[in-house]
């Protein structure tokens, strides 16, 4: 008797383990439209990103779409933070979380700004939540060769948090309404710029 219960619990845990995140990690076809994001990311980020970087933290982020969606955006915050890197540039140390936020202000500013290089395939979420992730890995870079970067926050981190905000964001804007997404977002923008 014992002895089955043990190959149970042997048995659950081969199936629990493994190395590799469900769907691989990367975003499957129906995780609309963040396929492309990684590309978008690294062409934006130069040298500041590489395209396996944005890819594994995409993994990531498409695992987490279904939660985020039913996170709130702290706008205000996200207006803050934008003022504090891309306006004033304080001297304050940067955590990823604040980093994450600018740099998901300034994807959006640039994104409905057109300068982004923004045609109707540029114009998706996945362009979007790229241009994030490669604003924040450029930001993180500055940072860090200022000395002005939190001792636990890390390049990885930033990024990430800059593509869950671009999507919390991106998302809300998608609220129910049928316009195409640059329109939407441009109206999310109006509220926050």
């Known amino acids: 008797m014992f002895g089955i219960g043990k190959k149970d619990d042997e048995r659950q845990q081969v199936t629990q383990g493994g190395a590799y995140p469900a769907g691989g990690g990367y975003p499957r076809d129906d995780d609309d439209d ?15 990103g590489d395209t396996d970087l944005f890819s ?11 939660s985020l969606a039913e996170e709130d955006v702290d706008e205000e915050d996200a ?13 304050d140390e940067a955590d990823d979380k604040s980093m994450g936020s600018a740099a998901a202000m ?20 996945s362009a979007f939540v790229g241009l994030a992730m490669a604003e924040a890995s450029k930001l993180f870079d500055q940072k860090a060769s200022q000395g002005k970067v939190s001792s636990d926050s890390s390049k990885d981190s930033a990024v990430m948090k800059a593509g869950e905000m671009a999507l919390k964001m991106y998302m809300k804007s998608q609220g129910g309404s049928s316009g195409s997404s640059s329109s939407s977002l441009l109206g999310l923008a109006s509220k926050f710029l």
């Open 34 to 48: 963040l396929r492309g994001a990684s590309e978008h990311a690294s062409r934006h980020a130069g040298s500041s």
């Open 56 to 66: 594994n933290l995409l993994g990531a982020l498409t695992q987490k779409k279904q």
């Open 79 to 91: 207006v803050k933070q934008h003022r504090r890197f891309f306006e004033k540039d304080d001297d």
């Open 106 to 125: 300034q994807a959006l500013k640039m994104f409905t700004g057109g300068q982004s290089g923004n045609t109707h395939e540029t114009s998706s979420q």
